[in-house]
């Protein structure tokens, strides 16, 4: 039998499903398979985390809040069972999501590792200097 075509959904449609009886939310990106969407409203009761932080995001893209809370495997393995359809972006979204992945990518790149890569020079010179000072104080 041939697998059933995966059904799209733009995000106009899935902004009208935000409500507790009828709440969708757009998960995934380019590193997870890309954007997905997901009827979460059967599954906003048992939601470990509360209905109203779904209920928060409905009918809207919930990739990076999703990510940012570190859901389980087994989150992500129940994620799986609400998904409905892909998300169909224009060409314009399509470019607005590269430029906002890269732009992420180059900031966690540059950002955060040359900071630590800052305190661990300042600190072996302070070591440095401090143990030249010894030596210099003992001769
Ligand atoms: C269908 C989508 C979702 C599923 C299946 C899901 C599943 C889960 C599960 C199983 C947990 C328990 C901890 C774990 O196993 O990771 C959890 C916790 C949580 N989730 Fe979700 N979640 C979903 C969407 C979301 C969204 C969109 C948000 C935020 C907007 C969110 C926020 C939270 C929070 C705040 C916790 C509690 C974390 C804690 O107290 O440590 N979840 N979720």
Sequence with gaps: MAPEPTKEYTME????????????????NDA????????????????????????DVGGKDADEFFED??????????LKKHMIGVLKLSQEE???RRLLAEKKKSAGAGGGGM????????????????YKNKVEQQS
């Excluded at 900071?115 to 401090?130: D, H, L, M, N, S």
């Design 13 to 28: 449609e899935v902004s009208a499903h935000n409500k507790v009886d009828d709440c969708w939310l757009v998960i995934g």
């Design 94 to 96: 399509v470019e607005k």
């Design 32 to 55: 997870t398979g890309g954007a997905k969407v997901y009827d979460v409203s059967s599954y906003l009761d048992d939601h470990p985390g509360g209905a109203e932080v779904m209920l």
């Design 115 to 130: 900071g630590v890569i800052a305190v661990v020079v300042a600190v072996i010179a302070a070591g440095y200097f401090y």
């Design 69 to 78: 809370i570190g859901h389980s495997n087994d989150a992500r393995d129940e």
